[in-house]
């Protein structure tokens, strides 16, 4: 079954008891047992929710995987992978990640006793330099948020087994209509499917997906303990959300390199990040490991006053938080996304104050270059 169809025929279909086309919306949080453990496979909406198993399932086939988790937030996803690991333990964690994602290590699991070092995963000497005998697990994006760094996850998995670390992507921004990192051997992917898989701004949530059964045992194990799971109506979302993925992703991208190549021919933008550009670092790399270059774009206006100017201007591009939806989002990621990383280390970093961040929308790509010309000039 290709992509395009498994997103329309994939995981758990229609409703058996009625004939209904779309999973119904299991609006319920108990169920009834005909004796003390026998039952029709739901106990407790915290434990399994049908409309939230659907999509568990739903997204496990997506990427390949043993076994799917649904959660409330792409960061309580991350949260509940990192609640898997014990105190004392390490990490090597990309050093361009989301800002939520360096802040819930930082600041709230390193008070568990969770340790972390931050190494540019693109340079695969420096992260096996970064592991030590206490490290259990390598976390990073590709390409990374917001410098677009592409890694290459299959190099990566390798000196993970090596080390017998377990490898964790974060496929935010490649969804798995463009790269599946457990095929190239991840042992976990998450999602902060608040982004592209909803892909319509109307709901949070967050996906995992895990290698093998004995880690989905351990998973699930914490997913109930903790309890940060995604509720049915949301997950219906989702699952209504993603079957127009591949339609979606293909139009984001198409926008997306054609305006990476306008903004590249510009002599007034000093540099523009997009995977698709012939020019970019990762250029090669992802054409091996994925089946596209997405639809995000940063670059660089020279200062936060003319950055301030085009957030401004824009008409077409809404100043906000987030990305990944039908319309097209902008936001600069010193201020906003990447905020609560330090000054000093997004500068070290390249993620400077005239730094903008595009997610670029399925409209028209005509009036979103239009839109940009006028805001830049």
């Known amino acids: 079954m290709r992509i395009k169809t498994r997103l329309i025929h994939g995981g758990i ?16 949080s108990t169920y009834k047992q005909e004796a003390i453990g026998v ?9 399994g929710n049908p409309t939230r198993h659907a999509l568990e399932t739903y997204i496990a086939e997506l990427e390949g995987g043993a076994r799917g988790f649904a959660f409330g937030s792409g960061m309580a996803a991350l949260s509940t992978i990192l609640s898997l ?17 360096y802040r819930v290590i930082t600041r709230v699991f390193s008070r568990l006793g969770l340790e972390a070092t ?25 390409p990374t948020n917001p410098l677009l760094k592409v890694s290459d996850i299959s190099a990566l998995a390798d000196i993970a087994k090596s080390k017998n670390v377990l490898l964790v992507v974060d496929n935010t921004f ?43 045992e351990e998973m699930h194990y ?23 993925l591949g339609l979606r992703m293909e139009e984001h991208e198409h926008n997306a390199r054609t305006l990476a190549k306008w903004l590249s021919e510009r002599s007034d933008i000093k540099r523009v990040i997009y995977p698709g550009l012939s020019g970019h670092s990762g250029h090669e790399l992802i054409q091996k490991q994925a089946r596209g270059f997405g639809g995000m774009i940063s670059f660089d206006v020279g200062s936060a006053e003319r950055a301030d100017e085009v957030l401004a201007k824009v008409k077409y591009f ?21 905020a609560s990383i330090p000054a000093e280390r997004r500068a070290e970093l390249g993620i400077s104050d005239g730094l903008v961040r595009i997610s670029v929308g399925i409209e028209d790509v005509q009036d979103l270059i239009e839109d940009l010309e006028q805001a830049l000039s």
Not at 39 to 47: A, N, Q, V
Not at 86 to 97: I, R, S
Not at 194 to 201: A, D, F, I, V
């Open 13 to 28: 279909e229609g409703d058996p008891n009625t004939g209904a086309v779309s999973v119904p919306i299991y609006q319920v």
């Open 39 to 47: 039952h029709k496979g739901f106990e407790y909406s915290r434990t």
């Open 85 to 101: 690991f014990n105190k004392g333990d390490h990490l090597v964690v990309g050093d361009d990640v989301y800002g939520g994602t």
């Open 118 to 142: 931050y190494v540019d995963t693109s340079d695969l000497k420096a992260v096996e330099a970064a592991i030590r005998p206490e490290t259990k697990a390598i976390v990073m994006e590709t």
């Open 174 to 216: 490649m969804t798995p209509y463009w790269q599946n990192p457990l095929d190239l051997g991840a042992d976990i992917v998450f999602h902060s499917a608040t982004k592209y898989l909803g892909g319509h701004s109307d709901v949070v949530a967050g996906l995992v997906v895990v290698k093998d059964a004995q880690l989905g």
């Open 222 to 244: 914490v997913q109930n303990a903790i309890g940060g799971v995604l509720g049915p109506q949301d997950s219906w979302l989702l699952l209504r959300g993603m079957k127009t």
């Open 318 to 338: 809404t100043l906000a938080e987030s990305l990944g939806a039908v319309e097209s989002l902008i936001s600069v990621p010193a201020r906003m996304t990447h």
